[in-house]
């Protein structure tokens, strides 16, 4: 009953369009990979994660053909833009059925730690789906809202999720007026606990299953000339079953948990790169014991140069003192030093070097000690044949030996015939996973697609994985 | 450039003469997320937040290191 209850929702919304977890975050980053994209990514005006700060244009001498192109395109995307001003509305869906080609060989989950006897997880299904749509829209000239939609459904355990079915929803209203800028969030996720893997709580001494979480978010940032005003409040709610041994069965009793989270920093500009900014951090989570309380006070320095047209440099060193005693002693005195340098060059090669690292030091031993490490590089070809950014080979690696997070990556994008594109990928982690992915997505028209792809993922050397996708993407 | 050489190298000696901590702490590089929000569905701790930004937050009261959000995020950025 359940089941048919979720393809009447997803029936319901009339829109025939598929995708998939790994297409959704690679239309959100600098990966993405085709002609349309770039229109994808102006319509659809998500957080883009920073992969290559500095956008890959091709700045070989053009050919009169490729100046063309490049028009044409341009003229296409003025149209779109027209069409959305006129309209103050951006729509973008995607719907995505998988199907698992792997079983379940293990009695434990690896990724998950679920178990296949406590858990009582169900592996004999075969599909999945996925359903997510996000509208952004305009009220007037300094108000404006954004509406997102998740919904995810899969008949056997998925080793990138803890729960068979999750809806997410998030209200979000944003006012920007001059130097103010005020954002409400409003979001909820609802797990079917029934088929929710096991929360390990602190403090809970019985297994627990989400049931849902809700929370509110206020952000204000203001501009006083050289100073710079940053808060943020979040109110989070946990909803969630206990399940109390009762002879050979369990009793579920329901609990909630809640936690507020508190930030604020007020940052001087010196000069035009060069910021320092003091910060405030309060984490507290309701009990009247404060175990999990938290509180942090620090500060330090951000540089910001775009060198010239072709490099930047940025850097952020920040100190913080944890006053609280819940977490460890050896880490009350926290510095963060980050550097990042971008680069791109006439060849069509472009990439960057980033470096984070976070060490501490132990009041009571006097030592330094080092957190985490982590150096990340990206490089990137774009082919000359493509106008913009549409056909790349890209290479990355990352090393972090601290957390066991050292992996490589290639990824390859191409024009394969007509509207018809290409994409490969493979990673490989030396203490995690291995991954490869293979894509055909063929364009409708500048705004809808169709594709399939094949997603293998090898977790520890353990658990394997492989789902086909068909699915499509639908902006309007 | 000598500047940044210098910090380069003073970085280095950091790395190479400082012990590891005995508790490990995962972080997020807030350049890299892209706000997908599959670490907060993954983590069996619920030590997971978005923040203002829409970037991921790791809650360390709560975290118990155990890795899985590291192994299922799609961009890397949990170090």
């Known amino acids: 009953m359940r089941k048919l209850l979720i393809f009447a929702v997803l029936i319901s ?9 790994e297409e959704f975050n690679n239309k959100a980053n600098a990966k993405s990979n085709n002609k349309y994209h770039e229109i994808a990514r102006s319509l659809y005006q998500k957080p883009f994660g920073e992969i290559l700060s500095i956008p890959f244009i091709w700045l070989g001498n053009l050919t009169d053909n490729e100046k063309n192109k490049l028009d044409s395109s341009n003229k296409q995307k003025l149209k779109d833009s027209d069409q959305r001003k006129k309209l103050n509305l951006t729509n973008w869906s995607q719907l995505s059925i998988n199907y698992f080609t792997t079983d379940s060989m ?3 989950d690896m990724v998950t730690g679920a178990s296949q006897d406590v858990d009582k997880i169900d592996t004999q299904g075969k599909f999945g789906l996925k359903y997510q749509h996000e509208l952004t829209g305009k009220i007037n000239e300094k108000f404006s809202y954004d509406i997102k939609e998740d919904i995810f459904y899969s008949e056997k355990s998925h080793e990138r999720r803890n729960s068979f079915f999750t809806n997410e929803l998030q209200l979000r209203l944003y006012y920007q007026h001059e130097a103010t800028y005020l954002k409400l969030q409003f979001g909820n996720r609802y797990y079917n606990s029934e ?11 019985y297994n627990t299953q989400q049931q849902m979480i809700y929370g509110a978010i206020l952000h204000l ?22 399940l109390v041994p009762d002879d050979d069965e369990y009793e579920a009793y329901n609990a909630s948990d809640n936690d507020v ?17 003091g910060r405030a951090y309060y984490k507290d989570d309701l009990n009247e014991l404060s175990l999990f309380d938290q509180m942090n006070l620090g500060g330090g320095f951000e540089y910001d140069n775009r060198i010239n047209l072709f490099s930047s440099i940025k850097a952020k060193v920040q ?9 460890n002693n050896e880490q009350d005195h926290n510095l963060v030093t980050q550097l990042r340098y971008s680069r791109r060059f006439y060849s069509g090669i472009s990439g960057f070097i980033s470096y984070i690292n976070r060490s501490c030091y132990d009041n009571e031993t006097s030592q330094i000690y080092r957190v985490s490490n982590m150096l990340r590089v990206h490089a990137m070809y774009s082919y000359s ?33 007509k509207d018809i594109y290409s994409t490969a990928n493979i990673k490989y982690s030396l203490d995690m996973l291995t991954s490869y992915s293979l894509k055909l997505e063929y364009f409708l028209n500048s705004l809808q697609s169709f594709w399939i792809k094949d997603e293998y993922t090898d977790f520890y050397n353990i658990q394997k994985q492989n789902l086909i996708f068909i699915g499509s993407t639908l902006i309007f | 450039m000598k500047k940044i050489g210098l910090i380069i190298i003073f970085i280095i000696i950091i790395i190479i003469s400082c012990d590891k901590v005995n508790n490990p702490e995962y972080n997020v590089d807030k350049s890299a997320c892209n706000s997908c929000g599959a670490c907060v569905g993954i983590c069996p701790k619920d030590a997971i937040e978005i923040g203002e930004d829409g970037k ?11 890795g899985k959000c590291i192994a299922i995020c799609p961009e890397d950025a949990i170090y």
Request: glycine letters at 4%; hydrophobic letters at 30%.
């Open chain 1, 13 to 21: 919304f009339s829109i025939s369009q598929v995708s998939s977890d």
């Open chain 1, 106 to 108: 293990h009695d434990i």
């Open chain 1, 195 to 205: 088929e929710t893997y096991f929360l390990n709580l602190p403090g809970v001494e």
């Open chain 1, 221 to 242: 940032k203001q501009n006083f000339r050289k100073l710079n005003l940053n808060v943020y409040a979040s109110l989070r709610n946990l909803e969630y079953d206990y």
């Open chain 1, 261 to 277: 989270y508190t930030m604020g920093k007020l940052s001087f500009k010196i000069t035009d790169h060069l910021n320092i900014f």
């Open chain 1, 319 to 327: 100190y913080y003192n944890d006053v609280t005693d819940n977490v």
């Open chain 1, 385 to 417: 044949y493509e106008n913009i950014n549409n056909s790349y080979l890209l290479a990355g690696i990352k090393y972090n030996p601290e957390n066991y997070g050292t992996l490589g990556f290639i990824e390859h994008n191409q024009y394969f015939y």
């Open chain 2, 56 to 66: 991921a937050i790791i809650d360390q009261t709560k975290c118990n290191q155990c």
